[in-house]
């Protein structure tokens, strides 16, 4: 009870993907193998670009930061979601509810300028390859991983504590797997639609700017690798940027569909499904996409794999 004498929710319930025990226990076992995988996928990434010296450039080193983060992106849905299928409360307390909220919010918003500079390290490297080194310093490189976790973490953290100051009063289950704005917005019983407004603007706005900036990145990439005369640059130029592009549609398809489009017209489980994939899925992919057509990080990961770590001569 507040001073009011109006009761306060402590805590909420996620409904999940709800179903039969054996039902729960499939998606507990499906959706721990991905957790599995994406951990030792990412964790393989981070230890090649640390071992092999071949792999201290920056291109290297922005991919082994979104690994990282990729790590933690998933570590803060998932080990939820998996007590949850085991549980028959699946409860989650108030506060875990926001940070969870946060934490998925700010680690999604910092993916999003990761990719922003990945491709600015691309177009440096294939559109402007003489200036490359004097520019893409590993001090630039830095400072722009600092400034994609700094911006990211601070995007959305003055409306999700206003979020976090609305009441919350009266029924506490959110038809979800995990605390999002729109079901938690519709749980508040006093609403203010503006809060909403300005989050969803927000989202808009940095999926929307970011997303047009590697559009622009790659589409100078691009005009500037099929001018190159030879079809071995082509190709490997191609190799690099299709790996590239292929994370960012995967990314940013799925998180259009939410927070850009209008949603109305999705039902409940669309809505889990499509942040299912750009959560849990997405992540898991990146380290086979990238690794699968780079040569170096294929052999890299080869020498984690085996063990053997590699021993630059003098």
């Known amino acids: 009870m507040n ?5 306060t929710v402590t805590q909420f319930v996620l409904l999940g993907f709800p179903g039969p025990w054996k039902i729960q226990i499939i998606l507990f076992s499906m959706v721990f193998l991905v957790y599995i995988l994406t951990l030792t996928g990412n964790m393989a990434i981070i230890c090649a670009v640390r071992w092999d010296h071949r792999l201290h450039t920056p291109m290297y080193v922005l991919l082994a930061n979104f690994s990282f983060l990729e790590i ?6 998932v080990p939820n979601m998996l007590v949850n299928f085991l549980s028959k409360t699946k409860t989650v307390s108030f506060s875990g509810c926001f940070t969870q909220f946060y934490f998925f919010f700010s ?3 910092t993916e999003c300028f990761f990719l922003c500079v990945m491709a600015y390290d691309r177009y440096l490297a294939i559109c402007r390859p003489l200036h490359y080194p ?3 310093t590993g001090k630039l490189c830095v400072i722009l991983v600092c400034l994609c976790w700094l911006i990211g973490f601070l995007g959305h953290a003055i409306t999700i504590f206003f979020i976090s100051q609305l009441p919350f009063c009266g029924p506490n289950i959110i038809d979800h797997f995990l605390c999002d704005v729109d079901p938690l917005m ?3 019983c006093a609403p203010t639609p503006i809060i909403e407004y300005v989050f969803h603007f927000v989202s808009s706005l940095i999926i929307i700017l970011t997303i047009l900036y590697i559009i622009g990145s790659y589409a100078l990439v691009l005009r500037a690798v099929l001018q190159v005369p030879s079809s071995a640059g082509r190709q490997k130029a191609f190799s690099t940027c299709g790996s590239h592009l292929a994370v960012v549609s995967l990314f940013y398809g799925t998180i259009m569909v939410m927070y850009v489009s209008p949603t109305s017209g999705n039902s409940v489980a669309m809505y889990k499904i499509i942040t299912l994939i750009y959560s849990v899925v997405t992540p898991v992919l990146n380290p086979l996409i990238y690794s699968l057509r780079n040569r170096e990080m294929k052999f890299a990961l080869h020498q984690v794999i085996c063990g053997i770590r590699i021993i630059q001569p003098s």
């Open 186 to 188: 519709a749980l508040s």
């Open 134 to 136: 004097s520019i893409m």
């Open 107 to 109: 680690l999604g918003t």
């Open 3 to 7: 001073k009011s004498g109006i009761s």
């Open 72 to 77: 933690w992106y998933v570590t803060c849905t």
